[in-house]
């Protein structure tokens, strides 16, 4: 879409917004196309601006190519600064997938010390697929045209080979973790560690690890309206918003039905695990792996969500007890160094690696073999603005 298009879209908001209503912007961009006049029209409508950005050079362009084939991270890196130099507010959207699995901590660092980055995504890549989409998947791991694939549907057992491993995506969480609980609290948000704080207190700000689905249905041009933007298929059509009001489709039958299905349909395992109220099942379209009692599907990525959820609680627990006794959270960095301290820089490390603390997550955890953005020079300025 043009600029031309959002141009138009402000116009009637601001024509049609009630007196007092405040309408906030967002937008999500892979930044490849972003120049002056982008980032002039995000500053002055205050747009939150999400960049998708999968990690460091070789990481991001695995995946991330153009038509062409060619790697993005150089577009994607001129994007980014022309959102800094124009001081847009942005967050980070990384996906997890079969090429970055491996290297959650020097992902996060990247993103954190080369992008200046404060708010980050962290969206597993499940890309579920049927025996006949899997035959051409595996002749092309890049997948780099839809023209010449059949299209993914939310049916079958199987993934692409580039969807993520369920289990290494709890350990690209929890690499993750055991940097920010250390160094970065208040500093740096990772949307799924504000997650699971809140949903200590019974707050849910993801629809995927809420109790019930259904707040966020997905509005297409027509009007049309769906359960849920990853559920645009016949079945799952409310109405059309030019024949019944939004608020009835929204808060009808169907919807809500949809929405007490997630939990209605959830396996014995998960009725009985122990990191449900942080999970609560994961999201209904991930749910494709037969569950050990053969009762309902489990979640592909349940070995993952439960090796996070667990792992991250003990510091979950420190940062509860810090909030009800209205200190601030990050007093679990002191708690933290605390715990290494006393274990000593010898133990085995808390993120199950299985190495020394001090060589995995202490104090001489190995650097990035990654070069970042250092080597980069796509207009002729050195990076890093
Ligand atoms: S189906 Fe998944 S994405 Fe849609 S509302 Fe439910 S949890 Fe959220
Ligand atoms: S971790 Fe697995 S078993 Fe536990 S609630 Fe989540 S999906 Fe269910
Ligand atoms: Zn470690």
């Known amino acids: 879409m ?22 906030e912007h967002s937008i999500q961009t892979n930044g490849t196309l972003l120049d002056d006049d982008w980032c002039r029209f995000f500053k002055q409508h205050r747009f939150l601006v999400g960049l998708s950005v999968d990690g460091p050079r ?27 130099q124009h001081g847009v507010e942005f967050n980070i959207l990384c996906t997890v997938h079969a090429a970055n699995q491996q290297h959650g901590r020097a992902v996060y660092r990247f ?25 051409t998947d595996d002749q092309d791991q890049h997948l780099p045209s839809t023209k010449t694939r059949p299209l993914y549907t939310q049916s079958g057992n199987l993934v692409t080979r580039r969807s993520v491993d369920p289990a ?5 969480l929890v690499d993750v973790f055991e940097e920010w609980v250390r160094n970065d609290v208040g500093r740096v948000f990772v949307q799924q560690f504000d997650v699971a704080l809140e949903a200590c207190f019974g707050r849910h700000l993801l629809c995927v690890h809420a109790p019930e689905c259904g707040y966020g249905p997905a509005l297409e041009y027509n009007g049309d309206l769906y359960c849920c933007d990853h559920y645009v298929e016949p079945n799952y059509l409310l109405g059309n918003i030019h024949r019944t009001h939004m608020l ?16 209605g349909s959830l396996s014995a395992k ?19 792996v037969p569950s050990p009692d053969g009762d309902a599907d489990q979640n592909y990525l349940c070995p993952g969500y439960a090796r996070f959820f667990s792992h991250a609680q003990p510091a979950m627990q420190c940062m509860v007890d810090l909030l009800q006794r209205r200190r601030a959270a990050l007093g679990v960095m002191a708690w933290m160094a605390q715990r290494d301290s006393a274990d000593g820089p010898y133990q085995v490390c808390s993120c199950g690696s299985g ?17 970042g953005v250092a080597d980069d020079q796509v207009d002729g300025s ?3 603005v």
Do not use: N
Not at 272 to 286: F, I, S, T
């Open 2 to 23: 043009p600029l031309a298009f959002f141009q138009r879209a402000v116009e009637l908001v601001e024509r049609h917004r009630r007196p007092g209503q405040i309408v």
């Open 58 to 84: 070789q990481l991001h362009d695995h995946y991330r190519v153009d038509r062409l084939g060619r790697g993005t991270f150089s577009r994607v890196l001129q994007g980014w600064r022309h959102l800094r």
């Open 111 to 135: 993103l954190r010390d080369e992008l200046d980055a404060r708010w980050i995504q962290f969206i597993p890549i499940v890309e579920r697929i049927d025996t006949r989409v899997m035959s």
């Open 168 to 172: 290494q995506y709890g350990q690209f």
């Open 248 to 263: 009835a489709l929204v808060a009808g039958e169907r919807q809500q039905a949809f929405g007490q299905h997630k939990r």
């Open 270 to 288: 998960c009725r009985q695990c122990a990191v449900l109220r942080w999970c609560h099942g994961g999201c209904p379209k991930d749910r494709f």
């Open 355 to 371: 190495r020394k603390f001090r060589f995995c997550h202490g104090e001489r955890a190995p650097t990035s073999s990654f070069d």
């Open 382 to 384: 050195p990076a890093g």
